[in-house]
């Protein structure tokens, strides 16, 4: 997943405004960026540095994640083509860039990247020697296979030309200026007005108007929407990490998801019950953290003999049993993870239904699903999901709750600012075990999702071997691991007596036991995190945020970028 950001203005303005747009997309790629500015083109291996000074009126830039190619300068956007007339960002993949690379070297043109979106920009450049550039859009269309949101310009003219298939591109309309970008978080400081591209559209982008075509070069009527996006709540500055933010924004978005559940998406949430109580079959399809929310949706959900399945969406193809009476529910911060739209694709193909829960507004997964509800956690910054996992969560513990499930949810937003105010405690033990090469976390039942997720967040931001697994599986081997000294994290939940003889197990061969419990006078240990509740579900998701902070000091401690890339920028400009 890569982000890219145009802007045509009809003032001028300095590259670092482009700048200052891609970094909101930063969550989306964040190994290289470059921007073009209509003269010059700009690399950077690196997270995004707001600095660019030179003014102009139309520029495209692009945060990347590597997929074709290594993180290299020359791999990074904006290509150019052979005589630098045709620059090119790129988000998705082209799948039959090698057949297109072929016969374009067959024709002169010469790559300077490893990547395929190269092949984009001497695409053009090849067709415009005989057509007028929306010719060559539809050419283009035609003879690319795979998914693109592409931006290009052409030096001298300030205008941009946004193409779009199977990766997302949303067009804003602010004062003075037209943005075109990933999504709507670029720019829903600026305005509330946009135009979503449909698959195999294009679009002409200019300061003074835009104009859509389809596959075809006939153009398109295309009306603006107004869309509702929730500030964030605190700023970044005051914080030295998004990720701490984010972690403490935890408890306003519990309160707004909730109380949106009662009035603006009650409508949708009912109709949502509706659907799960009707299914014959019931599967979730995620990925990552968010897969580990559904794994904590299917154990509430169980519990109230709902059956369901929830699969990791990589998988989905060879697990899933899709018909015409099974529900799929994908849940998704951002909305665009390709395994979780392929996934849908599949369950489209065999007649089943889509539902899905996303955290990014207009986002693809939401506009594929027949139903979909926002989670409006408010926008992710950094790369491990937090608030956004807290309210997956708590919006499957609140269905739970509608089939039966018993929690009261109204102090769910307190307790999580309970734990956030043990955070110099937790800050202490974190440091405490961040010179550990490996480190285990347990839970069982309720609590395993929980260890999964724990595990992932260390692993992910602190970089320390991290295995979050069930229990009762620490005697079938994972068990040989442990030692004198290995920090073993274990989540106990209402004095579950098999998880605390799991605990006991690891305790008797050495391992400094860090328990995560609602029963701290159990243990009366240095460094035991208690959690004030004795009801299950919320006993998962307060469990889980304290497991965070535990990730964010010990990546902190180490001195790890959590928010960045491990590569920071070393800077060229290609003339
Ligand atoms: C979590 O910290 C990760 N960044 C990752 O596992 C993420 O949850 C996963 O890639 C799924 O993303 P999504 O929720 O946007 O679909």
Redo the contacts with the bound molecule.
């Keep these: 997943m890569c982000g890219i950001v145009g802007i045509v203005s009809q003032r001028e303005f300095p590259a670092s405004a482009l700048l200052e747009r891609l970094k909101r997309l930063e969550y989306r790629g964040y190994d290289s960026f470059g921007y073009y500015d209509g003269r010059a083109l700009t690399k950077r291996v690196g997270s995004i540095a707001v600095d660019g000074r030179g003014l102009t009126r139309a520029g495209i830039s692009h945060t990347r994640w590597a997929t074709h190619g290594g993180v290299t300068q020359a791999n990074a956007h904006p290509h150019a083509s052979c005589d630098g007339g045709v620059v090119i960002v790129h988000n998705g993949i082209i799948e039959n860039f090698e057949d297109l690379k072929r016969e374009l070297a067959r024709k002169g043109h010469r790559f300077a990247s490893q990547t395929d979106s190269e092949v984009i920009g001497h695409f053009f450049e090849e067709g415009l020697k005989t057509k007028p550039v929306r010719s060559v859009i539809v050419d283009f269309m035609r003879a690319a296979s795979g998914t693109f949101a592409v931006l290009a310009m052409l030096k001298g003219r300030d205008e941009i030309y946004a193409v779009k298939r199977d990766s997302p591109l949303v067009l804003g309309v602010a004062k003075d200026m037209n943005l075109v970008a990933s999504d709507i978080y670029a720019f829903s400081d600026l305005t509330d007005q946009a135009a979503f591209f449909e698959n195999d559209e294009f679009a002409v982008i200019r300061d003074d108007g835009f104009q859509f075509f389809d596959r075809a070069g006939r153009a398109v009527r295309k009306p603006l929407q107004r869309f509702v996006w929730q500030k964030e709540s605190s700023s970044r500055k005051a914080f030295k990490h998004h990720m701490m933010k984010e972690i403490l924004d935890e408890p306003e978005a519990v309160d707004r998801l909730l109380f949106s559940l009662e009035h603006e998406q009650k409508p949708a949430f009912d109709e949502l019950a509706g659907l799960v109580r009707r299914a014959k079959k019931i599967i979730f399809a ?6 580990h929310a559904s794994l904590l949706g299917a154990y509430f959900l169980h519990k109230v003999g709902v059956e369901n399945q929830t699969l990791i969406a990589s998988e989905f193809r060879h697990f899933a049993n899709v018909d015409k009476d099974t529900l799929v529910v994908a ?7 390709m395994d ?1 739209i392929d996934s849908l694709n599949y369950a489209r193909e065999c007649g089943g239904r889509v539902v899905s829960l996303v955290n990014v507004p207009y986002s693809t997964i939401q506009r594929m699903s027949d139903l979909s509800l926002n989670l409006l956690a408010g926008q992710e910054v950094c ?3 937090t608030k ?1 996992f807290v309210s997956q969560s708590a919006f499957l513990l609140r269905l739970a709750r509608e089939f039966g499930f018993r929690v009261n949810l109204a102090n769910l937003a307190d307790r999580v600012r309970g734990i956030l105010r043990k955070r110099e405690d937790i800050r202490r033990m974190a440091e405490s075990v961040a010179a550990s090469r490996d480190l285990y976390v347990i839970g069982r039942g309720l609590t395993y999702p929980v260890a999964r997720e724990i595990a ?2 260390i692993k ?1 931001i602190s970089y320390i071997h991290a295995e979050g697994m069930m229990g009762g599986e620490l005697k079938h081997g994972t068990i040989a691991l442990i030692e004198d000294g290995t920090p073993v994290i274990s989540i106990i939940n209402n004095s579950d007596p098999d998880i605390i003889s799991n605990t006991k197990e690891v305790e008797a061969r050495g391992a400094k036991v860090i328990p995560i419990t609602n029963n701290p006078a159990l243990w009366r240990k240095p460094g035991t995190i208690a959690v004030r509740t004795d009801n299950d579900g919320k006993f998962g998701i307060l469990a889980a945020v304290a497991g965070q902070l535990i990730a964010y000091y010990a990546a902190d401690k180490l001195g790890r970028p959590i928010d960045k890339p491990r590569n920071l920028a070393k800077s060229v400009t290609v003339k």
């Design positions: 995620s990925c990552g953290t968010s897969y849940i998704s911060q951002s909305g665009e993870t979780v790369v491990a999901s956004a992932l967040k992910e």
